[in-house]
């Protein structure tokens, strides 16, 4: 029972440097979501997709792009990565929204240099 | 707009300590709360949760009542162990599809 996978773990960019980051869940859900996690601010909704087909920002969108490539699948792009943009990063699905609780990633650890 | 605002830490407690994290909320609606935690190198796990004004969510000796009164859901555990070192987020939902969090608030016991 897998639940959200993310991948990568770890990830060391360049200033500049594009990369993707892949998340995939196998429970089902219908809503899918990318949060950053900086110390001291809790996490921060960058996009979301209620349902497949469906994408919208959160509140620090900028700098990045998602795809929702099917039910299962929710990737984040960096096209040209900042240092502003080190942070860890969650994927988490959801039944149908956030009254249902989400079910989160283990994370990946981005720094950009 | 949705708002969640609790306690800062770091908190350090020795074992069998009672813990309490405090957590208000700033929502429109009627909104379910929660409360999910954080192992080290982890991502977050659902702890427990509330949908409606009174409900008392529990977890692993955790518990937490949703007071509209005074728009709080303080999480609280009577005996604290080592393995309950962690961050815990209150997070709320307001019938849309995000969850909004708290900053986080890390806790360290002692053996």
């Known amino acids: 029972n897998a639940g959200v996978t993310q991948t990568p773990k770890f990830q060391v960019l360049k200033t500049g440097q594009s990369m993707t980051l892949q998340c995939a869940q196998d429970?089902?859900?219908?809503?899918m979501y990318w949060y950053r996690q900086d110390p001291g601010m809790g996490l921060r909704l960058i996009y979301y997709?209620?349902?497949?087909?469906?994408?919208d920002k959160g509140e620090v969108p900028n700098g990045y792009n998602v795809s929702r490539l099917n039910k299962r699948e929710f990737s984040l792009r960096l096209e040209s990565a900042a240092p502003s943009q080190t942070s860890v990063y969650f994927c988490?699905?959801?039944?149908?929204?956030?009254?249902?609780?989400?079910?989160f990633g283990s994370g990946t650890r981005l720094t950009v240099v | 707009g949705n708002s969640v605002t609790q306690m800062e830490g770091p908190v350090t407690l020795s074992e069998e300590a009672f813990l309490t994290i405090n957590c208000t909320y700033t929502?429109?609606?009627?909104?379910?709360l929660f409360w999910y935690v954080q192992y080290p190198g982890e991502g977050l796990q659902l702890l427990l949760k509330?949908?409606?004004?009174?409900d008392k969510g529990s977890n692993k000796g955790f518990e937490a009542t949703y007071r509209k009164e005074t728009t709080s859901f303080h999480l609280e555990k009577g005996s604290v162990q080592v393995s309950d070192s962690a961050v815990y987020f209150c997070?709320?939902?307001?019938?849309?599809?995000?969850?909004?969090f708290g900053a986080g608030t890390t806790v360290t016991v002692r053996a």
């Open positions: 509330a949908t409606k004004a009174d």
């Open positions: 997070a709320l939902s307001s019938n849309d599809y995000k969850l909004s």
């Open positions: 997709s209620a349902s497949e087909g469906t994408t």
């Open positions: 929502a429109t609606g009627y909104p379910s």
């Open positions: 988490a699905s959801s039944e149908g929204g956030g009254i249902y609780g989400y079910t």
């Open positions: 429970m089902n859900h219908n809503s």
